[in-house]
């Protein structure tokens, strides 16, 4: 199983940012799209951003423009830079890998485990 370790999480005022970072444990597995995710309590978790194994990415409409995702495809590793923060950004965010254990096999979904984003003054 792939393991995806976040980091970057906190409180900042609106208009600040903030930069979240996940690892993937990954020597044995092909990591293919990772993205952020967030969840506001008693509502479905939503799409913020993906990056896919060649570079493409997309994003919600209601972040579009200030958050940006990248990744460091040698490390697995994926970015998410969130600028001009609002307080309806607040919500945990977690990060998403979709792998397999080789390019014929299923593929899986790993989950962080949530790095809590507040936007408050």
């Known amino acids: 199983q792939v393991q995806l370790v976040e980091s970057g999480g906190g409180l900042v005022q609106p208009g600040g940012s903030l930069r979240l970072s996940c690892a993937a444990s990954?020597?044995?597995?092909?990591?293919?799209?990772m993205a952020w995710y967030r969840q506001v309590p008693e509502t479905q978790r939503e799409l913020v951003a993906a990056?896919?194994?060649?570079?493409?990415?997309n994003y919600a409409s209601s972040v579009s423009g200030r958050f940006t995702i990248s990744r460091d495809r040698s490390r697995d590793t994926v970015h998410l830079q969130m600028n001009s923060l609002k307080p309806e950004d607040t919500a945990i965010y977690y990060c998403?890998?979709?792998?397999?254990?080789?390019?014929?096999?299923?593929?899986?979904?790993?989950w962080g485990q949530g790095t809590q984003v507040t936007v408050s003054s």
């Open positions: 990954s020597s044995n597995f092909i990591i293919y799209t």
């Open positions: 990056v896919t194994r060649a570079g493409f990415t």
């Open positions: 998403n890998a979709e792998f397999a254990t080789s390019a014929l096999s299923p593929r899986n979904d790993a």
